[in-house]
């Protein structure tokens, strides 16, 4: 893939929404009005977050990093840690591989409120799978708008995942 692919956002967010990170739209009925299109709808609305709800993944006993965060953690003092390295352990509930040379992962822990409770992270190191229980140590990066509707207030950037317990 050339170098200008890579580091264009919109060949990212088009490359995103192809891996499935879109929402889908339900057909009109007939005679009912046309719903505003994805591009539209999109454009309005942040990234959209996991389909999974937090309630279909069992988030109980699950230990904050030794001198790490939690996510709500990082989201509240995302300011502050911009730039700096800092481990998470959470559950994966979403994934998306090879996404511009890059694995893409989201992870819950059970802190933190809607908006606040799912951290993106991506790595170049194998993809753990849905449910798996995960130490991650990146890069916090904040305000990341990769256009086309996704934003990303923070997230760990070229992070380490160990994957610490399969999921079932």
């Given at each position: ?6 580091r ?9 929404a ?14 009912a ?21 937090a ?47 890059t ?30 229980t ?10 990341q ?9 923070v997230?760990?950037?070229n992070?380490?995942?160990v994957?610490e317990?399969?999921?079932?």
């Amino acid at each position: 893939m050339p170098n200008a692919i890579r580091r264009s956002p919109l060949a990212l967010a088009v490359l995103l929404a192809i891996a499935g990170c879109q929402k889908q739209q339900p057909s009109p009925a007939a005679g009912a009005p046309a719903a505003p299109s994805a591009a539209t709808e999109q454009a309005a609305q942040p990234h959209p977050t996991p389909s999974m709800a937090a309630s279909d993944v069992d988030l109980s006993g699950i230990a904050k990093a030794e001198g790490g965060k939690t996510v709500a953690e990082l989201f509240a003092e995302r300011e502050a840690l911009a730039g700096k390295s800092v481990s998470v352990r959470g559950k994966v509930v979403k994934t998306n591989a090879s996404i511009m040379d890059t694995n893409w992962l989201h992870l819950r822990d059970g802190s933190g409120a809607e908006g606040t409770n799912d951290l993106t992270v991506t790595t170049t190191t194998e993809l753990p799978k849905v449910g798996d229980t995960v130490l991650v140590t990146g890069s916090v990066a904040i305000d990341q708008d990769y256009s086309m509707g996704y934003k990303y207030p923070v997230m760990l950037q070229n992070a380490e995942v160990v994957i610490e317990s399969p999921g079932s």
